[in-house]
Every structure is written in C-alpha cells, then in structure tokens.
C-alpha cells in the first residue's frame, strides 16, 4: 500500500518546519509557505496531483511477485480501553 497524504502543517508544526527547511532550502520554504498560508492542508490541487503521480508510479512499477507480504500494523488497544476490559470489538466495533 503507497500512502498518498502530504506533509500536514497546523499552526506551530507550520512555523518550525518552515523556519528550519528555510536553513537549507529557502526557495522551497517559501513556495510552502504561501501554498499553506491559510490552511494545515496541502491546496486539493496538490493533493490530487500526488494521488494521481503515486497511482501512475504504482501503475509503472507493480509489486514483483516473490517479494514478501505487505507489513500490516498490529492493532493495538488503546490504554483506557485495557484499563476498563474493553475487548476489540467493543474499541472498533469490528468482531474480535
């Protein structure tokens, strides 16, 4: 699986990513800067611009066959819910 989302800069995180990517790339940092001035979001242009360069890099390069399996997360229970003997299925609404 190829995870598609761009770098999401809320107020804070945008500043400090900013101020230090300014340090050994300003150009860069002020294209951003100006693409998320007004949102912790990339433009939805740019959004579906990656989506569709991921899909067609996917397309271009397919997973061999051999290779091994897809790493899936382990699913975890959030602390409170072990705490309070919450199974999975209680936490996701998915059967256990």
Not at 9 to 26: C, D, N, Q, S, V
């Amino acid at each position: 699986r190829l995870w598609t989302e761009l770098v999401y800069l809320r107020p804070g995180t945008r500043e400090h990513f900013l101020e230090t990517l300014a340090e050994e790339w300003p150009e860069e940092a002020t294209r951003l800067a100006s693409l998320y001035a007004t949102s912790a979001y990339a433009p939805k242009f740019m959004q579906q611009m990656n989506v569709a360069q991921v899909a067609k890099l996917s397309r271009e390069h397919p997973r061999r066959a051999g290779l091994p399996s897809a790493i899936e997360p382990d699913v975890e229970l959030p602390r409170l819910a072990l705490q309070l003997g919450l199974g999975l299925e209680a936490v996701t609404g998915l059967g256990g």
